[in-house]
C-alpha cells in the first residue's frame, strides 16, 4: 500500500504545485487589492463568489477530458486518446462560451444580492474582465486535463509557474499605476488575470502541438478529429455530474459567502480571508484527488479491481495524513495568516475566528474530495452526485442559514454548517467506494 500511495503523490505532486500556482494568483490579487482598502477586497470576493458555482461548473467539465484519455491511455490506445481530446476540446469551449457570455452579460445580478451599494459599484467592471478571463482559463485547464490523463503532469506544472511571475508583475503595474501605467486598482487585477490566463494556455497549445512528447496523438489528427455524437455522449456522461458535483461544494461555500456580505462588508472581507487560506490547502486534496482518480481510472481501463481498491485506500490514507496537518497549522497560525490580506483590525479579528473553523472541517474537505474524485475514476458519478447534494445544499447550507440568523450567530454559524456538510459528505463518499471496491473484488 505505501508503494501505491508513493506512486500517486509522486504523480499528484506536479498537478499540485499546478494547482497551487493557480490559487497562488488569487491570494496575489486578494492581497494586492486588499492592500487598498476591505472595500475593494469584499467587492473581490463578491464577483469571486458570484462566478465561482459557473467557473467550477466548466472546470468539471474539462474532468471528462482526463477521465476518457486517461481510460484510452491504460487500453493502450493512441487513436482514441486523440479523439477524446478533440471531442472534448470542442465541447470544452462551447461550455467556456456559453459560461462566459452568461457572466459578462448577466453582470447586473449583483445589484439584486443585498450587498453594500459601494461594493457592488466596484465589482461591476471586475466582474466582467473575470467574466473574460474564464475563456482562455477552461480552454488551458481541457489541455491540463489532456497531458495529465496522460500522466506528463509537469507540462501543465511549468506554465502554471511561469503565469506568476507575469500576474504579479502586470498587478504591480494594473493596480497601483507603477512606471507609467494607469492606476486602475481592482480593474487592474481583472486586466492582470486575463491577460495571464490567455498567455498559459496559448503556450500551452503551442507545446502540444509542437513538442515530440505529443506527436502521435497530433498525428493521427486527420482519422480522429471528427464530432461524434457517441464520444460527446460519453464525455457528458462524465463531465455533467462531476461539474454537477465541483459545482454544488463551490456553490455551497459562493452562496454562503453571499449570504455573509448581506452582514456587511466586515464579514465578507474575513470570510474571503478564511476561504481564501481554505482554498489554498483545498488545493493539494484535489491534486491527490485527481491522481488517484487517473490512476484508478488506468487501471479500469486494464479491468483490474484489485489495483483499484489498493489505489483508493492508500489515497484515502494519505489524505487523513494531510487533512490532520492543515488542521493544525490553521489553528497554530490563525492570528498570522489574516494579515498578509489585510489590516483592519474587525476584520483581522473576525478572520482569525474562522479560521478554527477551517481548522476543522480540513479532514473531511480533503477525504471527500479524494473519494469523490476516486469514484469518477471507476466511472461511478451519479449516485455521489446525490449523495453531495444532500449533505451540502439538504443539510449543511440550511443548517448553517439557521444558526446564523435563528441563533444570531452570524458568520461563525454560517461556517459551521459548512462543517456538517463537508463532513457527511465525506462519511457517504468515502463509504461508497470501499463498498464499490468490495463489490467487484
Known sequence: ???????TIRLALPIIIGELAQMALHLIDTAMVGAISYKQLAAA?????????????GIGMTISVS?????????????QVSHYLFNGFLLCALTALLISLTLVFGKNILFHLGQDPEVVTLALPFMQLMGLSIIPMLLFMTL??????????????????AGMPVNILLNWLLIYGNWGFPRLELIGAGYATLITRSFIFIALAITILKHKTFSKYIAVRKNQ???????????LHIGVPSSLQIGMEAGAFAVSGI???????????????????ASFTFMVSMGLAQAGSIRVSNAMGQAN?????????????????????CAIGFAVFRYQLPKAFNDNAQVLDLAAYLLLFAAVFQISDSTQAISAGLLRGIKDVKAPTILIAIAYWVIGLPTGYILAFHFDMGAPGIWLGLIIGLTLASVFLINRFLKMARRNN
Do not use: C
Open 259 to 277: 449570504i455573509i456580505g448581506t452582514i456587511g462588508a466586515v464579514a465578507q472581507a474575513a470570510h474571503q480571508i478564511a476561504l481564501s487560506s
Open 1 to 7: 500500500m505505501k508503494s501505491e500511495a508513493s506512486k
Open 45 to 57: 470576493a463578491l464577483v469571486i463568489n458570484t462566478m465561482n458555482i459557473p467557473f467550477v461548473i
Open 144 to 161: 491540463k486535463q489532456f497531458t495529465d490523463g496522460l500522466e506528463f503532469t509537469k507540462t501543465a506544472m511549468l506554465l502554471s509557474l
Open 225 to 235: 478529429w471528427k464530432l461524434r455524437t457517441k464520444t460527446l455522449g460519453e464525455l
Open 305 to 325: 479491481w484489485p489495483k483499484i481498491a489498493v489505489i483508493g485506500k492508500s489515497t484515502m490514507i494519505t489524505a487523513l495524513i494531510y487533512g490532520t496537518f
Open 67 to 79: 477521465q476518457m484519455v486517461s481510460l484510452a491511455h491504460g487500453k493502450r490506445d493512441a487513436q
